[in-house]
């Protein structure tokens, strides 16, 4: 990793010396040593602090809406997770590709810094991967003007993808609602998973209108419920399974098994599609196709 640490510092030296960028956006050493934040280097003097480890695991793709005025590019630092999201944002132009520079990097996966956490001395070598990480079948990027490392073999497979699932299914109704109930009572709506979602990123979010409100501002069950559903519906057919939601979530909820449910149902409805894979591809519900199951009609 220290070669890949250095690969990415030459490259963001370079960028930034010939002011082909404004910023470079990758991840620096944290509090601890099983954090690894995102940080942001604007002169070529600060590269050192960009470091590639085992926990390196926050996307940085949303990130570049916090750049979509800025007059000049913006260099980023890509997993295979991280590249789902650019292509994401592409597809809903978000972002223009000339204005990103993306350098690539090939994981084996980020270890799970809970766990981290609880050891008494700093051995990662210990630590089981992250549970987002676990079912990863992109471990490469998939979209990037640099490359650095060589490419990762996938561990996790199609069959691998719905595991989770078959639990929700084997249960009524009334069990499955009891399931969800116990879930979000839990949620304070901090907004933590909206916020680290590529696939959230309306300009303006319904949920933070004063006129119409559409949200109330009460912690209750009901507009717990509210929240979710919207949420998870506002991002059916576009998640790209990163996993964020769910690990920055402060409840512990289990977002990503109700994400999952419904791209398993739209996946039988309409076919397999991955989101942010293929730039060309649209959406299953952001296109019409005669042959759609109409049953809903």
């Not at 719905?162 to 084997?170: C, I, K, M, N, R």
């Not at 920055?248 to 989101?275: Q, R, S, W």
């Not at 060309?280 to 042959?291: A, F, I, M, Q, S």
Request: with cysteine.
């Amino acid at each position: 990793m220290k070669e890949v640490t250095q690969k990415m510092r030459e490259i963001a030296k370079e960028l930034l010396e010939k002011n082909e960028v404004e910023y470079v956006v990758g991840w620096e050493k944290g509090t601890f040593w099983y954090q690894s934040p995102p940080c942001f280097v604007r002169r070529a003097e600060e590269v050192e602090r960009l470091v590639w480890d085992e926990f390196c695991i926050n996307n940085l793709a949303k990130y570049l809406l916090d750049f979509k005025h800025l007059e000049g590019k913006i260099a980023l630092f890509v997993k295979g997770c991280d590249s789902r999201g650019i292509i994401r944002l592409l597809q809903d132009n978000q972002i223009r590709r000339d204005r990103v520079v993306l350098v690539g990097i090939p994981c084996k996966g980020m270890k799970d810094v809970t766990e981290a956490a609880k050891l008494e001395e700093e051995k990662p070598e210990k630590l089981p991967l992250a549970a987002k990480c676990q079912e990863c079948r992109y471990p490469n990027p998939l979209v990037y003007d640099y490359l650095i490392g060589e490419e990762v073999v996938a561990t996790a497979g199609q069959e691998d993808r719905f595991s989770d699932v078959a639990e929700l299914e084997a249960m009524s109704p009334d069990e499955r609602y009891e399931y969800w109930v116990g879930h979000y009572d839990r949620c304070i709506r901090c907004f933590a998973c909206r916020n680290v979602c590529p696939a959230c990123n309306c300009r303006e979010c319904c949920f933070d209108l004063a006129e119409p409100r559409w949200l109330g501002k009460r912690v209750v069950r009901s507009e717990n419920q509210f929240f979710a559903i919207t949420r998870a519906m506002h991002v059916a057919g576009r998640c790209t399974e990163c996993g964020e939601c769910e690990r920055v979530c402060p409840m512990n909820i289990p977002i990503m098994k109700l994400n999952k449910k419904i791209i398993k149902d739209i996946n039988e409805l309409f076919g397999p599609y991955d989101a942010g894979v293929d730039l060309e591809d649209k959406p299953p519900l952001g296109k019409y196709n005669p042959d759609d199951p109409d049953q809903f009609m």
